[in-house]
């Protein structure tokens, strides 16, 4: 069964820097969606991403975030300056039609040291 | 704004029996759907079931199945013949359905152990 698939699985950042995790989606998918999780805590959502831009975004996703879909295959998540705060997994997530389930890929945990 | 509440932390099941895992939400959305997540301890995310809040009938997948009862707006999650690869923390979660609303809220999750 395809897959959504993050890379990489653990990112270790020295606070202040830049940082970018990256996606890719299930092939014929076409909405895209970053969300992340704090340790011990509850998903949040961060941004959804459609036909080449933001549709919708939480009020975690500020300025110090960003999207991209460099590629037909990849979607990244940049973070550029890092906090302490930014520390959590973060997941990835697509669909093909708007309302079918997301299907999150394995995240990728971020350490600010 | 969408509210999705889960009251059990932790839940106890002995291998074999069924567990129901509690959810409540609330929302001003007509149209909705709610899902349920599995997050085994290796962390990934796996979808397990969909309910739309227009479904005459509640959502079955396999062992999994969600009682919807939409005046209480409760979407609980049943596991029959629970096995020991179901102990993982399960999150209930919801979407509006209307056009470009896609994000999901999730509820703080629940914590299943399954015992031999």
């Known amino acids: 069964e395809p897959e959504v698939t993050q890379t990489p699985s653990h990112q270790v950042t020295q606070m202040g820097q830049e940082v970018i995790l990256r996606c890719v989606p299930i092939?014929?998918?076409?909405?895209f969606y970053w969300y992340r999780q704090i340790l011990g805590q509850k998903v949040e959502f961060l941004v959804s991403?459609?036909?080449?831009?933001?549709?919708?975004k939480s009020e975690i996703f500020d300025d110090q975030f960003s999207v991209e879909r460099p590629d037909g295959s990849n979607f990244t998540l940049k973070i550029r300056s890092t906090k302490l705060e930014d520390s959590a997994m973060y997941f990835c997530?697509?669909?093909?039609?708007?309302?079918?389930?997301?299907?999150f890929g394995d995240g990728t945990r971020l350490s600010i040291l | 704004a969408q509210k999705i509440t889960q009251t059990q932390p932790g839940m106890f099941v002995q291998e074999k029996e069924a567990v129901t895992l509690d959810c409540t939400y609330d929302?001003?959305?007509?149209?909705?759907?709610l899902f349920w997540y599995k997050q085994p301890s290796s962390g990934e995310m796996i979808f397990l079931i969909y309910?739309?809040?227009?479904?005459?009938q509640n959502a079955t997948e396999g062992r999994y199945s969600l009682n919807f009862q939409k005046a209480r707006k409760s979407a609980n999650l049943v596991i029959s013949a629970s096995q020991l690869g179901d102990s993982a923390m399960y999150f209930c979660?919801?979407?509006?359905?209307?056009?470009?609303?896609?994000?999901?809220?999730f509820g703080s999750g629940t914590r299943l152990q399954v015992q031999p």
């Open positions: 979660a919801m979407r509006s359905m209307d056009t470009g609303r896609r994000a999901l809220t």
């Open positions: 997530a697509s669909t093909r039609t708007e309302n079918q389930p997301q299907h």
């Open positions: 991403f459609y036909n080449n831009e933001i549709s919708e």
């Open positions: 309910q739309g809040s227009y479904d005459q």
């Open positions: 929302t001003s959305d007509p149209s909705y759907g």
């Open positions: 092939s014929n998918h076409l909405y």
